[in-house]
């Protein structure tokens, strides 16, 4: 990077993390990095438009400076409609959208081919430098191929967790010292926490407080811990007088949420509910209890109490570090037992 360009006071910086849930809010804390060292400088973000919502809270508004414009990318609804000119028209419109700002630096911390093409479509300038990740991690998707859209690629450790990988980039844009563990991430203004509405009104009619949310779903059935654990912890959840959520994200799972609450007392199937009540319904949960998955990872970066449940892909990867409100429990293909997650929920109940 440029003498110039680290000198300047507001450079335009732009991030490119497009999906998915977890991988989002992990990148969240490049954010407040960025905004410590660099609270004048404009800052964009590129997100695929099912998770603009992780983004909303993050506006510039009212004194705040967060992110200044969130730029939707919906190439996964393109991609079903290729054929159809409303895509294209859609397409063009995001292209001109992404380039009325011509950026001074832009930080690509996905490595994939579809991430590195919005690199290439961004409006640069001569000395633009365009930071990416030069290798894969374990366990994580990665397409090489993604290098040759980067001025500078960045060497990564191959155990590296989601928040620290994010940072290595940044760090290496702007020719800065690695962040250590010791700058705790952030990720949610305080007060935008402590201000969550309550949960939407159909919702908030099932809900009985206090209750406990359990994440039992995941995309990869490996990750999944077993029905009958889920059982045995609710039983005694709701023994205790909590009421036990199983939240669902498609048919399969909600069959598999009312196998599981067909077997504990007062338990509750919700309704669905989108990305934006996540929030609310996981701010009044007493506890949040979950797999590897999305809106687990919402409960951790909101400073909730958690319980992280790791069956088959590694702790190092994206377990909350963070805070004390989070448990992380199990390991790669070290499910935890019923009572080290009943001793993880017990210490943060009380």
């Known amino acids: 990077m440029s003498n110039t360009l680290a000198q300047s006071a507001n450079p335009k910086i732009l991030l490119v993390k497009l999906s998915s849930l977890g991988d ?3 990148n969240l804390p490049i954010l407040w990095d960025l905004r410590a060292r660099l609270p004048d400088a404009q800052i964009d973000w590129v997100v695929e438009e099912g998770y603009v919502h992780l983004l909303t809270p993050l506006l510039s508004k009212d004194g705040f400076r967060g992110i200044d414009r969130i730029i939707p990318f919906g190439l996964r609804h393109w991609k079903k409609n290729l054929l159809k000119p409303s895509t294209w028209k859609q397409f063009f419109a995001f292209k001109k959208e992404l380039q009325a700002v011509s950026y001074d630096v832009i930080i690509e911390t996905q490595g994939l081919l579809k991430s590195a093409i919005v690199c290439s479509l961004a409006k640069k300038n001569p000395s633009t430098v365009i930071a990416g990740l030069a290798n894969a991690t374990e366990f994580s998707g990665y397409e090489p191929i993604a290098r040759s ?5 960045v060497q990564v ?27 705790v991430p952030q990720f949610y203004p305080v007060q935008y926490i402590q201000t969550l509405p309550a949960p939407g009104q159909v919702l908030a009619q099932q809900l009985v407080v206090p209750y406990v949310l359990c ?35 498609n048919l399969a799972e909600r069959a598999v949420s009312e196998a599981i609450a067909s077997q504990i007392p007062n338990a509750l199937v919700p309704p669905a509910f989108s990305i934006e009540d996540a929030f609310a319904v996981i701010a009044g949960a007493a506890l949040t209890i979950g797999v590897d998955t999305g809106l687990t990872h919402l ?37 935890p037992t019923v009572a080290e997650v009943r001793q993880a929920a017990t210490e943060l109940l009380h």
Not at 304 to 315: M, R
Request: charged residues 20%; positive net charge; proline residues 7%.
């Open 299 to 335: 409960a951790a970066v909101l400073n909730k109490p958690t319980v992280e449940i790791y069956c088959d892909s590694p702790l190092w990867k994206t377990e909350g570090y963070w805070s004390s409100n989070i448990r992380n429990v199990g390991d790669i293909q070290k499910p």
């Open 215 to 249: 994440f039992h779903s995941t995309a990869r059935e490996a990750k999944r811990w077993p029905n009958g654990h889920w059982i045995a912890l609710g039983q005694e959840l709701s023994s205790r007088g909590y009421q036990v959520v199983l939240p669902w994200g």
């Open 157 to 183: 450790p191959t155990q590296c967790h989601a928040v620290d990988r994010s940072r290595w980039v940044m760090c290496s844009a702007l020719d800065w010292p690695l962040l250590e563990r010791t700058s």
């Open 24 to 26: 989002v809010l992990h």
């Open 149 to 153: 859209f980067y001025s500078q690629s």
